[in-house]
Antibody, heavy 118, light 107 residues
Framework: EVQLVESGGRLVQPGGSLRLSCEAS????????MSWVRQAPGKGLEWVAN????????NYIDSVKGRFTISRDNAKNSLYLQMDSLRVEDTALYYC???????????WGQGTLVTVSS | DIQMTQSPSSLSASVGDRVIITCRAS??????LNWYQQKPGKAPRLLIY???NLESGVTSRFTGSGSGTYFTLSISSLQPDDLATYYC?????????FGQGTKVEIK
């Protein structure tokens, strides 16, 4: 059974940093693109970033470029999102999702909540 | 970035009704268009990928169609379990933008 479990979300002050993790099981992470998608409280889904199977290609939305870094450790079957210079508007539930061939997201975790507030 | 616009933003329909949700892209996405269902308090679930391909395990009451810039998601015979918000997403070009969502309520 495919499972994705996110962790690392918490309350952090504006300007702070946080590292989210996503542990995958039931499939080999190294065979898949992976994504982060976020959802602000009461709002819609927002695609944040994705990363190619070997980590050589990474894509980001403009609002997080230069602040967030997506990475992976295929040996540990884990995906990460390093979040720096956090802003109030980054407050959201962050989902990890598997990309099928760099396209649609066929499996999702349950999300980890990031709250940026003073 | 490619903008995705769904309509309506919300709808209320009766059990057994046929429901249609539309999604328009600001430029062509060919058939790289996906639909997701998100029930309250839950993670999104993939329903349709490649505009018209039903994800494994999803009821055939859901049908996707379209290409280019115009797409539809149809729900035949609406059921109480279909209470959810539905999102389209283009995966033609990064960022893989989502529509704003369509909230489906049961009368």
């Amino acid at each position: 059974e495919v499972q994705l479990v996110e962790s690392g979300g918490r309350l952090v002050q504006p300007g702070g940093s946080l590292r989210l993790s996503c542990e995958a099981s039931g499939f080999r992470l190294r065979n898949n693109w992976m994504s982060w998608v976020r959802q602000a409280p009461g709002k819609g889904l927002e695609w944040v970033a994705n990363i190619m199977e070997d980590g050589s290609v990474k894509n980001y939305i403009d609002s997080v470029k230069g602040r967030f870094t997506i990475s992976r450790d295929n040996a540990k079957n884990s995906l990460y999102l390093q979040m720096d210079s956090l802003r109030v508007e980054d407050t959201a539930l962050y989902y990890c999702a598997r990309d099928f061939r760099g396209g649609h997201n066929d499996y999702w975790g349950q999300g980890t909540l990031v709250t940026v507030s003073s | 970035d490619i903008q995705m616009t769904q309509s309506p933003s919300s709808l209320s329909a009766s059990v057994g009704d046929r429901v249609i949700i539309t999604c328009r892209a600001s430029q062509t996405v060919t058939t790289f268009l996906n639909w997701y269902q998100q029930k309250p308090g839950k993670a999104p679930r993939l329903l349709i990928y490649g505009a018209s391909n039903l994800e494994s395990g999803v009821t055939s009451r859901f049908t996707g169609s379209g290409s280019g810039t115009y797409f539809t998601l149809s729900i035949s015979s609406l059921q109480p379990d279909d209470l959810a918000t539905y999102y389209c997403q283009q995966s033609y070009r990064t960022p893989h933008t989502f529509g704003q969502g369509t909230k489906v309520e049961i009368k």
